[in-house]
């Protein structure tokens, strides 16, 4: 990465959340020679609701590659960025199940992402002991 | 909220990131009143797992005040704030039960908050046909 592209990600804000629109960009696409540019070679991705971890570059690629067949697609909600760090919100789907994914990203110095933390919140029932304090949609 | 105050929420990164530093400590101390400034009088929460949505500042704060008895507990693990937005992640506790919850925030043009989005993401199990990919922790 050169100096260039350093600065701007150590600047104003928006340039950790540019790489992670870059990140789902490239995932969207299968464009796993570019989602792999944008990770540090000892990226670590953890899911804490499952425990899984993941640790370095080529581990992930493949984990990205291999472990998510099917004709899914992605759209980004939001990003939030802040400094060195990222949160998304995305919608995936597969047929006719969409899903709300949750990913916090950390970048190291040069900007690459280093850390991963996702998020797949499940539906549940709402405790019908607070029904009377909220409406639904 | 004074001239000065605004200025600083549409200032640097952070300071949205402030307002929701000062809501979860708000809640963690049940000092609703502190809590209630922070909101807009026409804030709206929705937790899109149970489709409920909460309207308006004192519906809002009955439902934090009545809907959540118990000694639980809460502690911030991160913040990331950009402009008129921040995202938490907090572990939310009750006696030896511990579970993350993700909170997307946006904030009015006078750094109140008016919009609240509520993730609580329950354990799953790790689908089988990745196992081979990823550790465990």
Known sequence: MSSTEQAANSGPAGS????????????????????????????VYEAPQTRERVSGREAYLRFNSEGFPGDWHLAVERIVGQDRAAVSMIQFSEGEVTQPGLCFFDLDEDGSIVRITDFWPDPYEAPAGRAYLAGRY
């Open 16 to 43: 950790s959340g540019q790489v992670v629109a870059d990140y789902w960009a490239a995932a969207e696409a299968r464009d796993w020679t570019a989602f792999g540019a944008l990770l540090a070679e000892d990226v």
